[in-house]
């Protein structure tokens, strides 16, 4: 069977030695959409700190070939793969310049019925990713269900709404990051997989949405985060526009992404930021 979780759970990967400096720092920034009026984020001599979604491509960084979804125990087409969630723990904040050893192993399988989702985790000493993705198919083999994510937003009016629009061109930006998923370039490639057109990176949109609470919710202090996950609810497809919804009270942050030029269809939900 492609994925075999008594072989895949447990299961270490190949170890990465990580290094970046300030110009894979402004690069992840501008691939978010950060403007010329966003010296903190697109200048070196200006930076308050690095978003620390920057932990998502520093595993990737000058990455040139496609993902591909071998590891032990599993062996799956990359069309049948999407991201299903996110989370980043951040031990300490990210330096514009650095270096560190990355060490991953399959945390976790888990049966959806008609799905099965994979989960790695990749540990360095700034930070721990885990990735949960969604293999459409290959489900139904009597596995755990997996733990409940559901992040309840506060039952009032948000603090504050942010509309973030995207660039037609913003997923060839944030491929350079490393992430060379064809599905968010080819539209073959993407019909393939189902989508009508090639769809932004789904770390793209997560990373947006941090960079929109930081900006409105921490007083552009990229600091502050200490951790943040999300669940990828939808897709985004570039030149669309990006609603954020954030609530900021009791030690974090809770945020909802829409997209309204599909009538708020879901982007991100179950997202919350927590704060140092």
Request: proline letters at 8%; charged letters at 20%; hydrophobic letters at 40%.
């Amino acid at each position: 069977m492609p994925i075999d979780p008594a072989v895949a759970v447990g299961a270490k990967l190949p170890g990465r030695d990580l290094r970046w400096d300030s110009t894979d720092v402004l690069l992840y920034h501008l691939a978010l959409g950060a403007g010329a009026d966003e010296l903190s984020y697109v200048y070196e001599g200006a930076l308050r700190g690095v978003l620390p979604t920057f932990a998502t491509v520093a595993t990737t960084l000058r990455d040139t070939e496609p993902p591909s979804v071998r590891m032990p125990g599993i062996d799956v087409d990359l069309t049948r793969v999407v991201h299903g969630s996110q989370e980043l723990e951040l031990h300490q904040p990210i330096p514009p310049k650095g270096r560190c050893v990355a060490q991953s192993r399959i945390a976790a399988v888990y049966d959806k019925g008609t799905a099965a989702v994979v989960v790695t985790e990749t540990t360095t000493e700034l930070f721990t990713s885990r990735i949960s993705i969604f293999v459409k198919g290959e489900g139904g083999f009597g596995g755990e269900r997996g733990p409940a994510t559901r992040v309840s937003v506060p039952d009032r009016a948000p603090d504050a709404v942010v509309l973030s629009p995207t660039d037609p061109r913003q997923a060839l930006w944030y491929r350079l990051c490393g992430d060379r998923n064809p599905l968010h370039v080819d539209p073959t490639f993407a019909s393939r997989a189902g989508f009508p057109r090639p769809i932004l990176h789904g770390l793209c949109t997560y990373g947006i949405a941090a960079k929109t609470a930081v900006d409105a919710m921490l007083g552009g202090d990229p600091q502050r985060v200490s951790g943040y996950r999300a669940r990828f609810a939808g897709v985004v497809f570039p030149g669309e526009t990006l609603r954020t919804r954030l609530w900021h009270e009791d030690g974090r942050v809770a945020l909802l992404a829409t997209v309204p030029d599909r009538d708020d269809a879901p982007a991100l939900s179950d997202a919350v930021i927590t704060l140092r």
